[in-house]
Structure formats: C-alpha cells, structure tokens
C-alpha cells in the first residue's frame, strides 16, 4: 500500500510470459452480421452499446508498454468488432508496428478481418517491410456467394474477393513481407461441403 504522496513503483522490463498475447478491440461495430457471432444477436451487449476506441487511449497504449520495456509473444487487434471499421485503423497499426519493430514490445502482430474494408488505400497502408512478423486472417467461412451470405447475413462475398484479390496483387508487386494472409474458415453444418 502507498501513502498518499508516494508515487506507485513502475516496474520496468517485466517478466516476458511465453504464448502471452494483448487482445486489442478497436471497435466492437461489424460490417457484417455473422450467424455465429454474439455481435449479431440484439441481445448482446456488443450489439446493444458500440463506438470505437480513442485513438489517443490506444497510442497511449503502446507508448506505456515502451516505456515499461514491456513483451507480449503477440498482439491480436481484433476481438469481436470489425478492426478496420476504426477511422484511424491504418495509422493505429502503423504506431504499433513501429513500436514492435522499434522496441521488440511484441514477436509477432495480427489481425483478424472479414475484409470488407480491405480498400486499395489500406492495402497500401498495411504492406510493409518490417522486421516484426505480421499475419492477417481473413475470416471467409464461405467459398460461394449463397453460402457466404447464409453465413454473414449480408452479400459481400464478391467484393471481399476482390478486396483479397487486390490486397495479394499489391504485396506481390512491391515484393512485401507483410502481412502475410491467412485465409480463416469457421466450419459448421451451414458451410461444411
């Protein structure tokens, strides 16, 4: 316990856990409405009460964990909102891929995407050289348009196709490491053929 002048001791350089993670959700909005997913049901919370972080709040974020020499294995920005939905997606990912390939505050950065915000621009944003590994998922869960919109509630299969397609062109042709994409399916009776 400190009194009421002390200042709390901030540890520096703690202990680094191996398979930790820091979950980051930047948003809790969707573009799409997933039938496996509590930010579709009305019910739920997420549904009910959504916005966006402040940018500042998650900078400020990053630049604490520098400061305190902090290491995770791994960052997700992604929990159950869609993360480029957030305004400022593009200069929060590159705040902290600098900070990682700066200050080796996380091995390995990731995202998970359902890709319908994957724009020319943030392609561009995103493609990088970086030293610090970054993987993107692509949430697909579906390889026909019936099925994807069975799936995701609403017909976007066609642009996220080519959102993906553009998005592989592009780190092809600048001979990008990263990210490197991964391409995610939920398997479930409604997709399984």
Same mark, same amino acid.
């Given at each position: +316990? &400190?009194?009421?002048?002390? /200042? ?7 202990? %680094? $856990?191996?398979? #930790? ?5 930047? !948003?809790?909005?969707?573009? $799409? ?6 930010? #579709?049901?009305?019910?739920d919370l997420h549904y009910q009460q959504n916005? =966006? ?16 020499? #902090? &290491?995770?294995? !791994?960052?997700?920005? %992604? ?9 400022? =997606? ?17 091995? /390995?950065?990731?995202?998970?995407? *359902? ?6 621009? +943030?392609?561009?944003?995103? !493609? ?6 970054? +993987? ?18 609403r017909d976007r299969f066609t642009q996220v196709?080519? *959102? ?8 092809? /042709? $600048? ?7 991964? %391409? ?5 009776e409604n997709n399984e053929d």
């Amino acid at each position: +316990m &400190h009194g009421r002048d002390e /200042q709390p001791t901030v540890t520096r350089n703690p202990p %680094f $856990l191996p398979g #930790s993670y820091l979950v980051v959700e930047l !948003t809790n909005q969707c573009s $799409l409405r997933c039938v496996h997913c509590s930010v #579709s049901d009305q019910t739920d919370l997420h549904y009910q009460q959504n916005g =966006f972080m402040q940018p500042s709040l998650f900078t400020q974020l990053i630049d604490d964990l520098v400061d305190v020499e #902090s &290491h995770f294995q !791994t960052l997700i920005l %992604f929990w159950l909102g869609e993360p480029l939905l957030h305004p400022q =997606f593009a200069d929060l990912w590159r705040h902290a891929v600098r900070a990682a390939n700066q200050h080796h505050i996380f091995d /390995q950065i990731e995202v998970h995407t *359902n890709a319908t915000h994957l724009t020319r621009e +943030m392609s561009r944003a995103i !493609t990088n050289e970086g030293l610090v590994p970054q +993987m993107w998922h692509f949430s697909l869960d579906a390889n026909t348009t019936d099925t994807y919109l069975r799936i995701k509630g609403r017909d976007r299969f066609t642009q996220v196709v080519d *959102n993906i397609k553009y998005f592989l062109h592009l780190r092809q /042709q $600048l001979g990008a490491r990263w990210p490197r994409p991964i %391409f995610q399916f939920i398997v479930g009776e409604n997709n399984e053929d």
